[in-house]
């Protein structure tokens, strides 16, 4: 079993929709858990950072974390087309800065 | 703020040239900077910790002497890969931390290395 799961999609949808992106961890240990935005070809983008079980909303983004459940999810709210991405959870623990990453999910957001 | 610039952003050279990537932290003084490697529709694979003034902490798997890494000072550090050959064609990215305090890494825009 992976560390961190993440469903790869590709996942499509319709200008407007609420997109809800989602990754499991296995490890309980785990203390901070993050979001990037990937453009093709360029590096990752910190969207949303939480150490806490709970929601936290920036703008058109709400990351909600379930440390009970090991689940994360991020959540787009008004999906416009420059939202289509790639999209990385990513958890770490303990003083080292080192984060595990999901494998990505594809976003497309259709016009 | 917490700009990390990557330099160059695209290299293609010939087999048993060594390469050499930069990374800077533009606005911040970084304690540790990553240097990952991603291929095509995956997702990163972090290749080893890099912390200034000590050596690099190298994953399972990569070879220290194949992938230098030289961290000289809090706003730079550097990649460079030996005798490239074209297995080692892929997508390097470098990642950096705030000095003192808790927060995510930072990500440059990544350095596409092809070699022929």
């Known amino acids: 079993q992976k560390e961190v799961e993440q469903d790869p999609g590709p996942l499509s949808v319709p200008e407007g929709a609420i997109v809800s992106l989602n990754c499991t961890y296995s490890n309980s240990a785990f203390q901070y858990f993050m979001w990037y935005r990937q453009y093709s070809r360029k590096g990752p983008e910190l969207l949303m950072y939480?150490?806490?079980?709970g929601n936290k909303e920036d703008g058109r983004f709400t990351a909600q974390v379930d440390k009970s459940s090991k689940y994360i999810s991020l959540f787009i709210r008004d999906s416009q087309p420059s939202d289509s991405a790639t999209y990385l959870c990513a958890i770490g623990s303990g003083n080292t800065g080192k984060l595990i990453f999901g494998q990505g999910t594809t976003l497309q957001v259709k016009p | 703020g917490a700009v990390v610039s990557q330099h160059p952003s695209r290299v293609i050279c010939k087999s048993g040239t060594s390469v050499k990537i930069e990374c800077r932290s533009l606005?911040?003084?970084?304690?540790?900077m990553f240097w990952y490697r991603q291929f095509p529709k995956q997702s990163l694979m972090l290749m080893a910790t890099?912390?200034?003034?000590?050596?690099?902490?190298?994953e399972q798997g990569v070879e220290k002497d194949k992938f230098l890494i030289n961290h000289a000072s809090l706003t730079l550090s550097t990649l460079t890969v030996t005798s490239a050959h074209p297995e080692d064609s892929s997508f390097y990215i470098c990642s950096a931390i705030k000095v003192g305090s808790n927060q995510p890494q930072h990500f440059g825009d990544g350095t596409r290395l092809s070699i022929l």
């Open positions: 606005d911040f003084q970084a304690t540790t």
């Open positions: 939480t150490y806490s079980s």
């Open positions: 890099s912390n200034e003034g000590s050596k690099a902490t190298y």
